[in-house]
């Protein structure tokens, strides 16, 4: 079945600091979405990437969609202690079939020191 | 617009009980598709309801169940509770009416099974 690998798991980052996670799918995307889960909280919507190739920014957050399909990076500049968090890559099918099915990565979770 | 409301937030169950959880879509939003998240397997779909039917399912045994209603609202049953089943059981609505859009969760419910 589809299968959708996030790295790394964990990052842990002086303020200040970049981070990013990556995502790769196994199988070609119809959009990739991006998602954030505070800690105690529910995951919350950060963006859909829908074209190949495909990069936008969110003030210090900058997505990108490779040109393939599969894969899929959040790049946060200057990280923030607001930016802890897990985020999540979430990637959709085309086709009648899989309706509004989300393969969700594992999850990065970002920690990050004042 | 109110957001997703999942009832209820937190439930103990014994093994081999059933358990009803519920979930009410903001208004307008047609799709509702139910998540199970575990530290070990992170977010994991288990099915999602468009218009009173079961549009998708993911790979749960049977006793994993759902429906939803003409009002959208939906719930989702675990019978025969196992000690694995124990997770936060997140629901997500969206509009389902244009192929590419966004989830909304709700708070989820933190269910145990003892």
């Known amino acids: 079945g589809q299968q959708v690998m996030q790295i790394p798991q964990y990052q842990h980052v002086q303020e200040g600091e970049d981070f990013t996670t990556y995502c790769n799918s196994s199988t070609t995307l119809s959009n990739i979405q991006w998602y954030k889960q505070r800690p105690g909280g529910h995951p919350v919507f950060l963006i859909q990437l829908v074209k190949s190739g495909e990069v936008k920014k969110q003030k210090r957050l900058t997505f990108q969609f490779g040109e393939a399909k599969k894969n899929s990076s959040l790049h946060i500049t200057a990280t923030q202690t607001t930016d802890v968090g897990t985020y999540f890559c979430a990637g959709q099918r085309n086709g009648v079939e899989y309706g509004n099915k989300l393969v969700f990565g594992a999850g990065t979770i970002l920690r990050v020191k004042s | 617009k109110a957001g997703v409301t999942q009832t209820p937030r937190y439930l103990i169950k014994t093994r081999g009980q059933q358990v009803t959880l519920s979930c009410s879509p903001i208004s307008g939003h047609r799709s509702v598709s139910w998540y199970q998240q575990t530290p070990g397997q992170g977010l994991q779909f288990l099915f999602e309801y468009f218009s009173e039917t079961q549009r998708n399912k993911g790979n749960f045994p049977g006793r994993f169940s759902g429906r939803q209603f003409s009002n959208s609202r939906s719930e989702m049953n675990v019978s025969t509770l196992e000690l694995g089943d124990s997770a936060l059981y997140l629901c997500?609505?969206?509009?389902?009416?244009?192929?590419?859009?966004?989830?909304?969760f709700g708070p989820g419910t933190r269910l145990t099974v003892l």
């Open positions: 997500a609505s969206s509009l389902a009416d244009r192929e590419y859009n966004e989830q909304f």
